[in-house]
């Protein structure tokens, strides 16, 4: 059973980066059949799409976030980290890594979700 | 870009009524509109993809149909364990994802 597990810190600084990153089990990152992301959804808020990668290192990110984003892929350890810089207060979220197939099939799997507070 | 809102934003309705969700697309998107059903604290659950396929595990009573820019979530009789937050989410290119508003459903 393929599981996604997000580890990081909890609480980051205004104006630093906030560091995640997914280890995945029970499923090899190296398959050419999924692309590898990160969700995010701030308390009491819906979900939002802030990138994925697929594990030839191509990336894609959402454009409201781009400029912030860099998701890298480690293949040899099954991990992808994300990297948002400058954070504020509305970085606020709950942070979930999840997967989706290559094809044109919706998100499947999800990682339990880490809570990252921006606070000083 | 294409947006996607959900109506209403939330509803209350009795155990065992039928309730309906409109998600609407601000661009044709085929068929490819999924739902996901998010209760507090958990994470988001896959009922229906490609608009009207049922994901295994999922109970009969809920249905979704649409095609274009129009879809719908019904749930026949509503259960007291289907409150939750109700999200659609289109996918009609890869591999980014839009999530719709999200409808909250309580039992009346």
């Known amino acids: 059973q393929l599981q996604l597990q997000e580890s990081g810190p909890g609480l980051v600084k205004p104006s630093e980066t906030l560091s995640l990153t997914c280890t995945v089990s029970?499923?090899?990152?190296?398959?050419?059949?999924?692309?590898w992301g990160w969700i995010r959804q701030p308390p009491g808020k819906g979900l939002e799409w802030i990138g994925s990668?697929?594990?030839?290192?191509?990336?894609y990110y959402n454009p409201s976030l781009k400029s912030r984003v860099t998701i890298s892929v480690d293949t040899s350890k099954n991990q992808f980290s994300l990297k948002l810089s400058s954070v504020t207060a509305a970085d606020t979220a709950v942070y979930y890594c999840a997967r989706r197939p290559a094809k044109l099939v919706p998100v499947d799997y999800w990682g339990q979700g880490t809570l990252v507070t921006v606070s000083s | 870009d294409i947006q996607m809102t959900q109506s209403p934003s939330s509803l209350s309705a009795s155990v065992g009524d039928r309730v309906t969700i409109t998600c609407r697309a601000s661009q044709g998107i085929s068929n490819y509109l999924a739902w996901y059903q998010q209760k507090p604290g958990k994470v988001p659950k896959l009922l229906i993809y490609?608009?009207?396929t049922l994901q295994s595990g999922v109970p009969s009573r809920f249905s979704g149909s649409g095609s274009g820019t129009d879809f719908t979530l019904t749930i026949s009789s509503l259960q007291p364990e289907d409150v939750a937050t109700y999200y659609c989410q289109k996918y009609n290119s890869a591999p980014g994802v839009t999530f719709g508003p999200g409808t909250k459903v309580d039992i009346k």
């Open positions: 029970g499923g090899s990152i190296s398959s050419s059949s999924y692309y």
């Open positions: 990668i697929y594990y030839s290192g191509s990336t």
């Open positions: 490609a608009a009207s």
